[in-house]
């Protein structure tokens, strides 16, 4: 199987708790390596990863069975997008060289990107300690200094206008806009390999499955289309899917 978007809850534990977050009070749950084992089995490549919480600079072990799982099943990766509130300091450093690894394997290296949320909520709540991060270079005693330049500072800063109405949103009545649904995949064959886009393919870290990264912890609990322990992925996604029809050229005599 082929997926265009991908999107790996690893964890639910935040630092923060920001009054816009949609998705709730976090959670002492993490992503087990049996869930990230489950993952990468059934897909071939993915063309774009996310890794998410929660704050997924909190658990950098799981970054590091993501990358070796992808080697290990040899699933190709087109590239990486992370987001971090730039908090957490204590395992910074392990979270930055697991990242390392994943660029590693990166077929479009020059998408990859780490960005630091620094919208207006985030400001209320803190400054980031960016000091870390806007020195991109760290010394290898094989090689010398190392360049990161797949950190992205410049992005993620705006002012956030549109909240959706969800998790902590709900509750301190910041949200603007409606939750958004889930969307049946879209999914097309070519010799006998099975492509899926329209939609992300999303996992929880408890292993639920869902086409929407916008959800609640709650909700993704609650409308989940099935549970990666219990059912096979490519299962999942035929049960909940669109097939696109191709059509071809016939040849005229």
Wanted: net charge negative; charged share 25%.
């Amino acid at each position: 199987m082929h997926v265009a978007d991908m999107c790996l809850e690893i964890t639910r534990r935040c630092n923060m708790r920001c009054a816009h977050c949609m998705r709730g009070e976090p959670q002492r749950l993490d992503m087990t390596p049996e869930i990230i084992r489950q993952v990468f089995t059934q897909i071939d490549s993915i063309s774009s990863l996310t890794l998410t919480g929660g704050e997924p600079s909190m658990k950098p072990e799981l970054i590091h069975d993501v990358w070796q799982e992808l080697l290990w099943q040899k699933t190709s990766l087109g590239y990486f997008y992370v987001v971090t509130n730039a908090h957490s300091t204590y395992r910074r450093k392990q979270f930055l060289e697991e990242l390392d690894q994943l660029h590693q394997q990166s077929a479009e290296p020059e998408m990859d990107c780490l960005v630091v949320s620094q919208d207006q909520f985030h400001r209320w709540e803190h400054q980031p300690n960016l000091r870390y991060y806007q020195d991109h270079y760290e010394y290898d005693w094989a090689g010398g200094y190392i360049e990161r330049d797949w950190i992205k500072l410049d992005q993620r800063h705006e002012d956030i206008r549109n909240v959706r109405t969800e998790g902590r949103a709900v509750e301190m009545s910041v949200g603007t806009v409606d939750p958004m649904k889930q969307g049946l995949w879209e999914v097309s064959e070519y010799n006998g390999e099975m492509y899926v886009s329209e939609h992300s393919v999303c996992i929880s870290a408890n292993g639920n499955v869902t086409s929407s990264p916008n959800m609640s912890f709650a909700r993704v609990d609650r409308e989940a289309w099935g549970n990666i322990l219990e059912t096979p992925l490519c299962e999942i996604i035929e049960r909940n899917c669109e097939y696109e029809i191709e059509f071809k050229e016939v040849a005229v005599a």
